[in-house]
């Protein structure tokens, strides 16, 4: 188990994000977060990372509370690009090798050639496509025990998802797991073990893929269809 | 956190190389005033340069301040906060890194100064008895001594209360962050915390270290002490905006 | 290769693997990917891809000669016996079809000789 969360709330003032979730997430699993806009993934992915801290309920990386320590384990990518504006690509390099020991430089580079960029593009002159690739190439070039990845596929062509699917495969290992949020489900369908569903911030539903559509006969797409209509 | 002071300084690098490229312009002015002995141009270029100084000193506190808050509020905080530091490590890169940007530009501005005065001692000989002339009128009427110590009790005073300001400032906007979150009227809520704590802090300035417009004897005592104050300041809001960034405040 | 969504990928993927090795596309006795390759090959989950793996060595279609490889199986029995399972399968679905438009044995029989010719 690598991820537990009892009773997870955010209270905003004008609304609830997350109403008490529930949840382990289990090693070396790839699992898909999914829900409408506004139904909590987003921040839920958040609390994970440390980025927002929960009003209330408890959440643990591997038994410790959400901290440094985490971090160094934890990649997370967000949904909107947050590079430095001044940045290059191979400043985006640099940066995450002077804070993150699991990032290989080498990984990084080979994922720039594959997704079509240059070291020498200045992050805020890339196309909303390209920078959303740089995020991706720049999170999973760390060889991190968790990734978090909120709708990798937004914003990128349909030749391209490919590569971003097959790169996302090639970082699931046995000691690494895959937490990843996306509109796209479709293209997602056949990597993901467990499917978690979260309506208005709370859990529910939460099962394995396959068995989701052995028992069922219907794809994870159906499912959602199902509970969110 | 040597990493994290790299980062600050290139984010506040394009206003340094803008700054050093002025000072060379109102040097240029100032040497051709005195290869040529035009005066009014001396003049000129002297006070623009003591303007200038002013100017930049109150730009770089301002852009330190400018670029915290830019941090906490815009995406890039992820690129801060999903780091392995905490926000007691982040926050005191910032304020080193402040700190050292200010040394660094009072060495250089004293510097140009110290060079203009000695080129214009060197090209107007009465000037280095107007020097001496000045420092004995202040000792008769003042009582005071320009020496070492007080020279640098002066410069103590004036960087920690520099490095106060923002400090303060750091403080107020977080403390606007952890209860307004997203709320549009956050930037002014800060400002109003920040003018209240100023004011309190001066005030128990003044409680302990009564009138300090008036200079006497014992100034450069009395402004040592005033430094320590005004540190203790610095390291309790310092100390208090990274426990809210750590605790409170999501990005 | 297209996937339907609404029933379990690694059914599909067995089957598969299971046409490549009748119609000898995969020969008999031939190095299969590993599990990670084969994840990758597909585009599916790894996890996923292990199972398939597990299936098939239960299916006896293949062996594994630990820390080598996965081999498909050597035994020509055994891959008639699935030929005839696949086969029939089809067949099946074949019938159930017909017999639902309501087709009569005699009927599929001379449909089934026109198309053969």
Redesign the interface.
């Known amino acids: 188990m690598i991820v537990q969360c009892k009773d997870l709330v955010k209270k905003y003032i004008s609304k609830t994000a997350v109403n008490g979730v529930s949840l382990e997430l289990d090693e070396g699993k790839i699992y898909a977060i999914l829900g409408p806009n506004g139904s909590g993934k987003t921040t839920f992915m958040k609390m994970v990372a440390g980025l927002v801290k929960p009003s209330s309920g408890t959440i643990t990386y591997k038994g410790m509370p959400i901290g440094v320590e985490s971090k160094k384990k934890v990649a997370y990518m967000s949904t909107e690009p947050f590079f430095y504006n001044y940045m290059t690509v191979a400043d985006v390099g640099t940066y995450y090798e002077d804070f993150f020991e699991d990032f290989s430089m080498e990984r990084y580079k080979e994922l720039i050639g594959r997704m079509d960029l240059n070291m020498k593009d200045k992050a805020k002159d890339l196309s909303s496509g390209l920078a959303a690739k740089l995020k991706i190439a720049a999170t999973l070039a760390r060889k991190a025990e968790l990734y978090l990845l909120d709708e990798p596929l937004n914003g990128i062509d349909i030749i391209a998802r490919d590569k971003i699917i097959t790169t996302i495969l090639e970082e699931a290992r046995e000691n690494s797991t895959i937490l990843l949020s996306s509109h796209l489900v479709d293209e997602l369908e056949k990597i993901i073990d467990h499917v978690i569903y979260i309506k208005n911030g709370s859990l529910e539903l939460i099962g394995n893929a396959e068995e989701l559509r052995a028992a069922r006969g219907k794809s994870i797409v159906e499912i959602y269809k199902e509970i969110y209509a | 956190m040597l990493k994290l002071m790299k980062y600050e300084f290139r984010k506040q690098a394009a206003s340094k190389g803008v700054i050093l490229l002025l000072i060379g312009l109102i040097e240029l002015l100032f040497f051709f005033g005195v290869i040529f002995s035009k005066e009014k141009i001396l003049a000129i270029s002297m006070g623009i340069l003591v303007v200038f100084t002013y100017g930049s000193m109150f730009f770089m506190a301002f852009e330190s301040i400018i670029t915290y808050s830019n941090d906490l509020k815009n995406k890039c905080s992820y690129m801060l906060f999903l780091t392995p530091n905490t926000s007691y490590r982040i926050v005191g890169a910032k304020v080193a890194a402040a700190a050292i940007q200010i040394i660094v530009a009072s060495l250089v501005f004293f510097g140009v100064f110290a060079l203009n005065m000695a080129v214009l001692v060197a090209k107007f000989v009465a000037l280095a008895d107007f020097k001496t002339m000045c420092a004995k009128i202040l000792q008769e009427l003042f009582q005071l001594e320009i020496n070492v110590p007080g020279v640098l009790s002066i410069l103590a005073l004036v960087t920690t209360v520099w490095i106060c300001t923002i400090t303060i400032a750091f403080f107020s906007i977080t403390l606007s962050a952890t209860f307004l979150a997203n709320k549009k009227f956050k930037g002014f809520v800060s400002l109003i915390i920040f003018i209240i704590i100023n004011v309190f802090y001066n005030y128990i300035a003044d409680l302990i270290f009564g009138n300090r417009v008036e200079m006497n004897k014992y100034y450069a005592i009395i402004y040592s002490l005033q430094s320590l104050y005004i540190l203790a300041f610095t390291v309790l809001t310092y100390l208090s905006t990274a426990w809210m960034l750590e605790k409170k405040v999501s990005v | 290769m297209e996937?339907?969504?609404?029933?379990?990928?690694?059914i599909q993927v067995i089957n598969d693997i299971k046409k490549d090795i009748i119609t000898g596309d995969l020969a008999l006795g031939a190095k299969l990917p590993s599990g990670r390759d084969l994840?990758?090959k597909?585009?599916?989950?790894?996890?996923?891809a292990n199972?398939i793996y597990n299936e098939l060595e239960l299916a006896q279609l293949c062996f594994t000669k630990r820390g080598i490889g996965t081999y498909v199986t050597l035994d020509v029995e055994k891959i008639k016996c699935i030929r005839e399972e696949m086969a029939n399968s089809l067949l099946n679905n074949f019938m159930e079809g017909m017999k639902n438009l309501g087709f009569s044995k005699e009927e599929i029989i001379k449909i089934i000789q026109k198309q053969v010719v």
């Open positions: 996937f339907d969504n609404n029933i379990p990928i690694y994840a990758l597909y585009k599916i989950n790894p996890n996923t199972r």
